[in-house]
């Protein structure tokens, strides 16, 4: 496992390093925004831990925000910010965990084995040259071994929670599911925030799937107020034989 650690704090930056090592990971430090994503843009990485509170031209939220325009890779921020909106407004930018400082260097240790383990379950059959799965459901194709989802025709990108909410929906049509439930199912024990993170989810979803959208009568996922969502299943304009942009 090859782990990206971006963190200006020295001290801190090598009790991961010495951690993660410990447990078998590869780990490469790097003290700014900049030289992060290029590190990572040459590397091969599993997943990137990094601070919000950087020196140079950009801060740790910024970098979250351009990597995400290109990986999926697993990112989580460690970080002495600790308000819940702090968390909120990282969460919108697509990472995957958020571990507040000072922290117990083995939850770091067990949060990053943990992600970067659902990853590669959730690429593998794309990585085995495995027959793919398609599902569809209204005007969405969900190729599940290799991670894709195409939208009337378009490929869109999912960070690894929306996607994992997205299939959790996709795969319960129809009825509604609590906050809580999704909370439980799809963050599990090292979740951190509050329901609140669904909604920040589940808003991001219907942008993806809803982009563009003109005469749609009823929306992909209806909100119950005070209790949940529901993720209507009536088909749209799904092809009979789809298929994904080349590329």
Known sequence: MNILIIEDDAAIAELEKTYLEFYGCTVSLCDNGEEGLERFE???????????????AFDGL???RRLRRFSDVPLMVVSAKADDADKIGALGLGIDDYLTKPFNPGELVARVKAHIGRYENLTKKERGGE???????????IDRGAHRVVIRGREAYFTDKEYQLLLYFVDHPDIVLTRERLFDRIWGYEAFGDISTVT?????????????LIGETFPY?????GVGYRFRSERGSVAATPSFPKG
């Open 42 to 56: 040459k590397g091969d990485f599993n997943m990137v831990v990094v601070d919000i509170m950087l020196p140079g």
């Open 200 to 212: 920040v989810h589940v808003k991001k979803i219907r942008d993806k799937l809803e982009k563009d």
């Open 131 to 141: 027959e793919h799965e398609l599902t569809e459901i209204r005007d969405i194709v």
């Open 221 to 225: 996922i209806e909100t119950i107020w």
């Open 62 to 64: 910024e970098f979250c």
